[in-house]
């Protein structure tokens, strides 16, 4: 019994650490989405992140310097796809495919070039990464029964990051329900005519919504490679940021359904990393691949079938055009 809540415990835990970034991107992509912009760049927004920080963490030591970077790079990256598609009203799955695409070569490049690493940058260590987190209280009542394993190892021993994203939630819920510039960025997905008729910009509202999409994207890419990894690698981001979409339309582009839609692709993905070689009774040994593939099957089974219809918002994906 106690091993079986340890395990149980352990794939929770694990569960936390994965989901983290898919949170945070799923966050990023509902501020772009809800104002009309649609985002397919979320991976290349991770990936060119997660590149910066960990570059700057290595020559400079310090992991905040590495997150700043990092989100600089996001934002960056944001404001590209925002000139491409909101200033010129250019096709949005297009120019966020091609920052998936340029970013996946450029990274490496540079990593190669600056590192000589094969696209890799240099191991971090100490003061460069982000280290676990022990919450007041973990030590002493880490002894009790199930609330102290619960508390001191399922709820402390993060790094920060990964209560940033725990609290991203409450707060991306507040931001888009409870004021102004959320209701700004709900109504210029919905209706950007009448936004533009009440003598608000609409561009300016989608510009600062690709901000706010940058920002959650940086933090969610540094923290693959200077908190949840030991630096950058080539497309280490593995499709997390098509996950993250996935997810938002699984939550139906609110916090909390899409909360718990990341919460549950992390849960299989942690899984699969459990399951990987262990010898099922009555089943065998489940090819790896296969198992490896559990978090896009589930995707592909909950997409397709189980979701119902998800209803975006009304203007997402249709570049506006001010009325003269």
Not at 181 to 200: K, M, Q, S, Y
Not at 267 to 280: C, E, K, S, V, Y
């Amino acid at each position: 019994m106690a091993d079986a809540f340890l395990y149980v415990l352990l794939i929770l835990d694990a569960t936390f650490r994965v989901a983290t970034p898919l949170v945070l991107a799923a966050l990023a992509g509902m501020f772009s989405e809800r104002s009309g912009v649609i985002d397919i760049g979320l991976e290349g927004k991770m990936l060119g992140s997660a590149f910066a920080a960990a570059a700057c963490a290595s020559v400079t030591g310090s992991a905040w310097a590495g997150l700043l970077v990092g989100v600089a790079a996001a934002i960056a990256l944001s404001m590209l796809h925002g000139f491409a598609c909101i200033t010129h009203r250019g096709n949005q799955v297009v120019s966020g495919m091609a920052i998936n695409i340029v970013v996946a070569g450029l990274a490496p490049t540079l990593g190669f070039a600056w590192f000589h690493q094969g696209g890799q940058t240099p191991p971090l260590s100490g003061d460069a990464r982000f280290a676990s987190l022990t919450l007041p209280f973990a030590d002493a009542t880490a002894d009790w029964p199930i609330i102290g394993p619960l508390y001191s190892e399922l709820i402390s021993g993060h790094n920060i990051i990964v209560y940033m994203a725990a609290a991203a939630v409450p707060i991306a819920a507040w931001i888009l329900f409870r004021t102004r510039f959320g209701l700004r960025i709900r109504a210029v997905g919905e209706n950007p005519h009448a936004v533009d008729t009440a003598g608000i910009s609409v561009v300016a509202i989608r510009y600062r919504a690709l901000i706010v999409t940058g920002i959650l994207c940086g933090i969610a890419g540094s923290y693959l490679s200077i908190a949840h990894g030991a630096g950058f690698a080539r497309d280490m981001t593995a499709g997390k940021g098509y996950l993250a979409l996935a997810a938002l339309v699984f939550g139906k582009w609110k916090p909390v359904p899409t909360l718990f839609a990341c919460l549950l692709f992390a849960f299989t993905d942690a899984l699969q990393a459990r399951l990987q070689g262990a010898d099922i009774p009555g089943i065998g040994v489940i090819p790896v691949q296969f198992i490896q593939a559990l978090p896009y099957i589930l995707t592909v089974l909950l997409l397709a079938g189980f979701v119902g219809r998800a209803i975006p918002p009304k203007a997402i994906g249709q570049p506006y055009v001010k009325e003269r």
